[in-house]
Protein backbone atom coordinates (compact mmCIF):
# COMPACT_ATOMS: atom_id res chain seq x y z
CA UNK A 1 0.00 0.00 0.00
CA UNK A 2 1.40 3.51 -1.13
CA UNK A 3 1.78 5.53 1.87
CA UNK A 4 3.60 8.89 2.32
CA UNK A 5 4.63 10.49 6.18
CA UNK A 6 5.64 13.75 6.64
CA UNK A 7 8.12 14.60 9.50
CA UNK A 8 9.93 17.71 10.89
CA UNK A 9 7.41 20.40 10.93
CA UNK A 10 7.19 22.69 13.79
CA UNK A 11 8.03 26.29 15.82
CA UNK A 12 10.06 28.38 14.22
CA UNK A 13 11.24 32.48 14.66
CA UNK A 14 11.11 34.63 11.76
CA UNK A 15 14.59 33.80 9.86
CA UNK A 16 15.17 30.53 10.97
CA UNK A 17 15.01 26.65 9.45
CA UNK A 18 13.18 23.59 9.55
CA UNK A 19 13.82 20.91 7.15
CA UNK A 20 10.62 18.48 6.48
CA UNK A 21 10.92 15.07 5.12
CA UNK A 22 8.48 12.64 3.37
CA UNK A 23 8.90 9.45 3.67
CA UNK A 24 7.48 6.71 1.30
CA UNK A 25 6.41 3.21 1.11
CA UNK A 26 4.90 0.40 -0.52
CA UNK A 27 5.73 1.56 -4.29
CA UNK A 28 8.67 2.21 -6.06
CA UNK A 29 9.72 5.94 -5.39
CA UNK A 30 11.95 6.00 -8.51
CA UNK A 31 8.57 6.21 -10.53
CA UNK A 32 7.12 9.13 -9.47
CA UNK A 33 6.63 12.61 -9.14
CA UNK A 34 7.07 13.78 -5.41
CA UNK A 35 5.59 17.58 -5.01
CA UNK A 36 5.11 19.55 -1.25
CA UNK A 37 2.00 21.84 -0.73
CA UNK A 38 1.19 23.86 1.70
CA UNK A 39 -2.47 25.24 2.89
CA UNK A 40 -2.88 28.18 5.57
CA UNK A 41 -6.28 28.42 7.58
CA UNK A 42 -8.76 30.15 5.26
CA UNK A 43 -6.62 29.61 1.94
CA UNK A 44 -6.38 27.17 -1.00
CA UNK A 45 -3.75 24.54 -0.92
CA UNK A 46 -0.71 25.71 -3.01
CA UNK A 47 2.02 23.85 -4.74
CA UNK A 48 6.02 24.56 -2.96
CA UNK A 49 7.98 22.78 -4.87
CA UNK A 50 8.42 19.11 -6.92
CA UNK A 51 11.30 16.97 -8.03
CA UNK A 52 10.77 14.81 -10.56
CA UNK A 53 10.84 11.58 -11.54
CA UNK A 54 13.69 10.44 -13.91
CA UNK A 55 16.24 13.28 -14.42
CA UNK A 56 15.07 14.90 -11.07
CA UNK A 57 13.96 18.20 -12.51
CA UNK A 58 13.06 20.42 -9.86
CA UNK A 59 10.43 23.53 -9.73
CA UNK A 60 9.44 26.51 -7.21
CA UNK A 61 6.78 28.57 -6.48
CA UNK A 62 8.05 32.79 -6.80
CA UNK A 63 7.11 32.86 -3.30
CA UNK A 64 9.38 30.08 -1.49
CA UNK A 65 12.27 30.33 -4.43
CA UNK A 66 16.15 30.91 -3.13
CA UNK A 67 14.83 30.03 0.29
CA UNK A 68 13.16 26.10 0.09
CA UNK A 69 15.28 23.17 -1.60
CA UNK A 70 13.75 20.45 -2.22
CA UNK A 71 15.74 17.25 -2.83
CA UNK A 72 15.08 13.58 -3.36
CA UNK A 73 16.90 10.26 -2.43
CA UNK A 74 15.09 7.67 -3.96
CA UNK A 75 17.85 5.01 -2.29
CA UNK A 76 16.46 6.32 1.19
CA UNK A 77 12.86 6.86 -0.03
CA UNK A 78 12.70 10.41 1.12
CA UNK A 79 11.96 13.78 -0.33
CA UNK A 80 13.26 16.70 1.67
CA UNK A 81 12.30 19.94 1.95
CA UNK A 82 14.94 22.46 3.10
CA UNK A 83 13.45 25.95 4.21
CA UNK A 84 15.48 28.52 5.56
CA UNK A 85 14.68 32.47 6.34
CA UNK A 86 11.37 31.66 7.20
CA UNK A 87 8.27 34.05 7.22
CA UNK A 88 5.45 34.05 9.13
CA UNK A 89 3.50 33.81 5.98
CA UNK A 90 5.23 30.46 5.46
CA UNK A 91 3.07 29.35 8.28
CA UNK A 92 0.94 26.40 7.02
CA UNK A 93 0.06 22.48 7.02
CA UNK A 94 2.52 21.28 4.32
CA UNK A 95 2.13 18.25 2.27
CA UNK A 96 3.92 16.15 0.41
CA UNK A 97 1.86 14.39 -2.65
CA UNK A 98 3.12 11.49 -5.25
CA UNK A 99 1.63 10.71 -8.80
CA UNK A 100 3.11 7.96 -11.12
CA UNK A 101 5.69 9.75 -13.92
CA UNK A 102 3.63 7.78 -16.80
CA UNK A 103 3.17 10.34 -20.04
CA UNK A 104 4.32 13.34 -17.82
CA UNK A 105 7.71 13.84 -18.10
CA UNK A 106 7.74 16.55 -15.18
CA UNK A 107 6.40 17.05 -11.85
CA UNK A 108 4.02 19.33 -11.47
CA UNK A 109 2.66 21.89 -8.86
CA UNK A 110 -0.77 21.55 -9.67
CA UNK A 111 -2.21 19.83 -6.43
CA UNK A 112 -4.91 18.39 -8.63
CA UNK A 113 -2.07 16.24 -10.20
CA UNK A 114 -1.45 14.08 -7.90
CA UNK A 115 -3.77 11.61 -6.16
CA UNK A 116 -1.41 10.27 -3.21
CA UNK A 117 -1.34 12.40 -0.09
CA UNK A 118 0.51 12.37 3.19
CA UNK A 119 -0.96 13.78 6.25
CA UNK A 120 0.54 16.62 6.38
CA UNK A 121 2.55 18.23 9.11
CA UNK A 122 2.59 22.02 10.77
CA UNK A 123 4.51 24.58 9.86
CA UNK A 124 4.51 27.65 12.52
CA UNK A 125 6.48 30.93 11.78
CA UNK A 126 6.23 33.04 14.49
CA UNK A 127 8.42 35.31 17.01
Known amino acids: QLQLVESGGGLVQPGGSLRLSCAAS????????IGWFRQAPGKEREGVSC????????YYADSVKGRYTISRDNAKRTVDLQMDSLKPEDTAVYYC????????????????????WGQGTQVTVSS
Open 51 to 58: ASSGDGTT
Open 26 to 33: GFNLDSYH
Open 97 to 116: AARIRGLQVKCTMTSGGYNN
